[in-house]
């Protein structure tokens, strides 16, 4: 494992430009306009995540990304990637985290994330997350407008992330990069994320500040 880890640090050092690699290796899928993996202002190291709140290994991944965040100190960057096609009520409950998100609080639409995620297997049809997020808005001492983006301009901000992800050209969710100004790396093995956030670190030659 050292000397695996020694062969990838060699190679991010010996490269001037923005590179691409992957986790495991060989493993990187094929992207178009890559120029937004980069971290946000201030962050030396991000992971950046497109997911999709009614995908299942979107919800299996959630705990372990905020944890590598927490105690890497990274900066996470989320963009919301419904597939509609497939996830009937994934746009709905993007647009009320992006609701709570503007309107309360970013803990707050973290937290109702973290609890759709929990809650998938009783959320089978949009009258279900409906009925869910009525019960949500009750429990957390939140007021549930009469319709939710009333303006639109949630689902807005909610399409604009899809459309980041398409024109990146997002194959699936969970898409979950680790990001420098110099290299991004795929992660398409959970288990690797803390190896790939720790290489990405050691490139910056320094502790990361967290990013909020």
């Not at 950046?48 to 100190?73: H, K, M, N, T, W």
């Not at 604009?160 to 699936?172: F, I, Q, S, T, Y």
Request: aromatic residues 8%; proline residues 6%; contains cysteine.
């Amino acid at each position: 494992m050292k000397f695996f880890s020694g062969v990838l640090l060699l190679v991010f050092a010996s490269l001037p430009a923005v590179s691409q690699f992957s986790l495991p290796p060989n493993a990187v899928d094929s992207f178009r306009d890559t120029s937004m993996l980069k971290p946000p202002a201030g962050a030396k190291v991000a992971i950046v995540e497109f997911e999709d709140l009614e995908c299942p290994l979107c919800a299996y991944d959630f705990s372990i990304v905020r944890a590598a965040v927490e105690q890497r100190r990274v900066a996470l960057v989320r963009h919301d990637f419904p597939l509609t096609e497939i996830h009937p009520w994934s746009l709905t409950a993007a647009v009320t985290a992006r609701y709570l998100q503007d309107s309360a609080a970013s803990g707050m639409a973290e937290t109702y994330r973290r609890d759709v995620f929990a809650n998938q297997r009783n959320i089978a049809s949009k009258d279900d997350l409906s009925t869910f997020t009525q019960r949500w808005f009750q429990t957390h001492g939140q007021k549930m407008p009469f319709v939710m983006d009333a303006s639109g301009v949630c689902t807005k901000e909610v399409l604009a992330d899809r459309a980041l992800g398409e024109r990146l050209h997002v194959p699936h969710t969970p898409c979950i990069f680790v990001v420098t100004a110099k290299s991004w790396t795929e992660v398409n093995d959970i288990k690797l994320l803390n190896r790939a956030v720790d290489l990405a670190v050691a490139e910056t030659s320094g502790p990361v500040k967290a990013h909020r």
